[in-house]
């Protein structure tokens, strides 16, 4: 049963130290998503990858936030330094794209970040 | 502006009894529509999507949505409610200014609850 792993499933740290998520696509996928939810915002996209190469970052934080592919089997979201108002939930999702076709993002169980 | 609006943050329904869950939607051009859930503490799960044909689409565990162009909307629908069914439900459509990106429009979510 192929599925999206994140680690950690829950941080809590303190304000001003580095956090990093980890996520693993399912094998195949080519593209990869980072979101962030809370109740006030919903669900933001920060990141987006295609083929490894991002393609759009434009909902995140350039100046704190950081999204990589290093290579097709880990997607890594970093924030540095973090903040109390980076607290939420981060999820990742990957999926596979072809020329037109629209399919679905496949979601993990969520990076549960609490900064103090 | 494209937008998804998801008019009810809460539905209460009896179990047994049918479910409507609302999206309407705000785009230019054909709208890709699509319907998640999220069941507590877990990540997003696709239900189903609309991209073109029959205005009914089914999806997984039993529910459907139809899409309606004159009203703009793409409503959730169950002809008989379970008591699982309890959940976040979100409703997103493609951001069409995103050229050939995957990238979504998400609605802030409607918490469904199905009472025994």
């Known amino acids: 049963d192929a599925r999206v792993t994140q680690t950690p ?27 962030r939810q809370t109740m006030m915002q919903g669900l933001e996209l920060l990141a987006y990858f295609r083929n490894r190469a991002p393609l759009d970052d434009s ?7 950081s999204a990589e592919m290093p290579d097709a089997t880990l997607a890594t979201l970093k924030i540095q330094p973090s903040e109390p108002r980076d607290s939420a939930v981060y999820f990742c999702a990957s999926g596979f794209e072809r020329t037109q076709e629209y399919n679905e993002q496949f979601f993990g169980p969520g990076t549960r970040l609490t900064v103090l | ?51 073109t044909g029959d205005n009914l689409v089914k999806g997984s565990y039993g529910f459907e949505a139809e899409f309606n ?12 409610a379970l008591v699982s069914d309890s959940a976040l439900y979100f409703c997103a459509v ?23």
């Open chain 2, 69 to 80: 162009k004159s009203q703009t909307s793409f409503h959730l629908k169950k002809p008989s």
């Open chain 2, 94 to 116: 493609r951001d069409i200014n995103a050229g050939n990106n995957r990238k979504l429009i998400w609605g802030l979510g409607t918490s469904l609850a199905v009472n025994p």
């Open chain 2, 1 to 51: 502006a494209q937008s998804v609006a998801q008019p009810e943050d809460q539905v209460n329904v009896a179990e047994g009894n049918p479910l409507t869950v609302k999206c309407t939607y705000s785009v230019s051009g054909n709208p890709y529509l699509f319907w998640y859930v999220q069941y507590p503490n877990r990540g997003l799960q696709f239900l189903l999507k609309y991209i």
């Open chain 1, 9 to 35: 499933r829950h941080k809590v740290t303190e304000m001003g130290q580095e956090v990093t998520m980890r996520c693993q696509p399912i094998l195949g996928h080519n593209t990869v998503f980072w979101y």
């Open chain 1, 59 to 65: 909902g995140m934080p350039k100046d704190r936030f």
